[in-house]
């Protein structure tokens, strides 16, 4: 009797043991959205594979931005940064870089045309603001989502902040998509007027192959992007909607 209590004690105890082993192999071994922060970016990983760079610091960064975006393939779907450094880009509209946000006119200062480079003084930057890091408040990694909380001062030419952006992003993880939201609050240090211009407030340049048109003069790598919006209109003249005569 004793003999058989020992043995069934052993059996149940194996097989919480099994039991056990089965649940801690089936943890993955890293979070899905992995979050890697140092001195001037955070990193995204989704299922251990890159996603994006979230460029928040640096020397001559004078806007953050987000760079390069994969696709959950894996392949890189916006331009170059710089434009130009892959064979058969284009060049123009160099403050576009990666993904970015902000505003053209604020109080009369450009936070839409920021360029991430050297800004020598001039009487052309007389306009042209700076969004600058004032805080990352936290990075966090998890099973189905990652996130990063961060506070930006946006600056004037002279250097006294005009608002201060509370941004919060989210990256989802997802099999097929890749997925990000953004929750922005501007808080204006003093009285703020956000000016009638469509230079605002996200922007991507494509990938040359994402792009509609080919350009003249460039014959590779071929433009097949095709622009839809939810009510089935194609291409850009009738998705989008521009004032005649303006240009970014």
């Given amino acids: 009797m004793g003999t058989m209590n020992v043995t069934e004690s052993s059996g149940v105890n194996q097989l919480a043991l099994l ?3 089965s649940m801690c192999t089936a943890l993955p071994a890293q979070a899905q ?4 922060q140092g001195p001037e970016q955070i990193a995204v990983e989704i299922d251990g ?3 994006t760079v979230f460029y928040i610091s640096g020397k001559d960064l004078n806007r953050p931005y987000l760079h390069p975006l994969r696709s959950a393939s894996g392949k890189i779907v916006n ?3 710089p434009a130009g ?3 058969g880009e284009t060049t123009d509209h160099p403050h576009h870089a990666g993904l970015f946000y902000g505003h053209g006119d604020v109080n009369g200062y450009n936070y839409w045309a920021i360029q991430n480079v050297p800004t020598p003084a001039s009487k052309a930057d007389a306009t042209m603001g700076r969004i600058v890091l004032k805080q990352v408040v936290s990075v966090k990694s998890g099973k189905e989502s990652g996130s990063v909380d961060v506070v930006f001062n946006w600056l004037t030419p002279e250097g006294k902040p005009l608002l201060t952006e509370t941004r919060k992003m989210t990256f989802y993880a997802d099999p097929t998509l890749r997925i990000i939201d953004f929750d922005i609050t501007l808080s204006p240090d ?8 469509k230079e605002g407030m996200f922007a991507i340049r494509l990938a040359a192959p994402l792009e509609a048109q080919q350009p003249k003069g460039i014959a590779e790598p071929k433009r097949t992007g ?3 919006n939810a009510q089935n209109k194609v291409g850009e003249k009738l998705v989008s909607i521009r004032r005649q005569g303006a240009s970014c």
């Fill in 85 to 87: 450094q892959l064979p």
């Fill in 190 to 197: 003093e009285k703020v007027t956000f000016g009638d211009t």
């Fill in 79 to 81: 331009r170059s940064f």
């Fill in 49 to 51: 594979k890159p996603f």
């Fill in 226 to 228: 095709k622009l839809t």
């Fill in 19 to 21: 039991a056990v082993l």
């Fill in 33 to 36: 959205v992995t979050l890697t």
